[in-house]
């Protein structure tokens, strides 16, 4: 059974209050405490704060992640140059300037 319906059963209510009763269940609560004005100013809120988050984003791929992957990249390029030159000449005992 319908809320409604639960509701007259109950009360056993005239049948033009149970007419009134399914106007106001059909209307729902999220029609009678909104407004206009206040959805407006919630969609113009979201609007921003999407806006925002597109700009966060933004900075952090096209600014941060080339900044930090610069780095790292050097970094690990070097750390693999050191190693390379530990192997080439260390490894074998050879100086890199040989003395006279």
Same mark, same amino acid.
């Given at each position: 059974?319908? @809320? +409604?319906?639960? =509701?007259?059963?109950? &009360?056993? +209510?005239? @049948?033009?209050?149970?007419?009134? =009763?399914?106007? +106001?269940?059909? /209307? ?11 959805? %407006? ?8 704060? %999407?806006?925002? /988050?597109?700009? =966060? ?5 096209? /600014? &941060? $992640? @080339?900044? /930090?992957?610069?780095? =790292? ?11 390379? $030159? ?9 100086? &890199?300037?040989?003395? @006279?």
């Amino acid at each position: 059974m319908e @809320p +409604v319906e639960d =509701l007259v059963a109950a &009360l056993s +209510v005239d @049948p033009a209050v149970k007419e009134t =009763l399914e106007d +106001v269940v059909s /209307i729902g609560t999220a029609d009678v405490y909104s407004s206009g004005a206040e959805d %407006d100013y919630l969609s113009d809120a979201q609007k921003h704060w %999407d806006e925002n /988050i597109r700009q =966060l984003e933004n900075a952090v791929f096209f /600014i &941060l $992640c @080339p900044v /930090i992957g610069r780095v =790292l990249g050097r970094r690990f390029a070097q750390n693999l140059w050191f190693a390379y $030159c530990d192997y080439r000449w260390k490894a074998k005992g050879q100086a &890199l300037v040989e003395m @006279p």
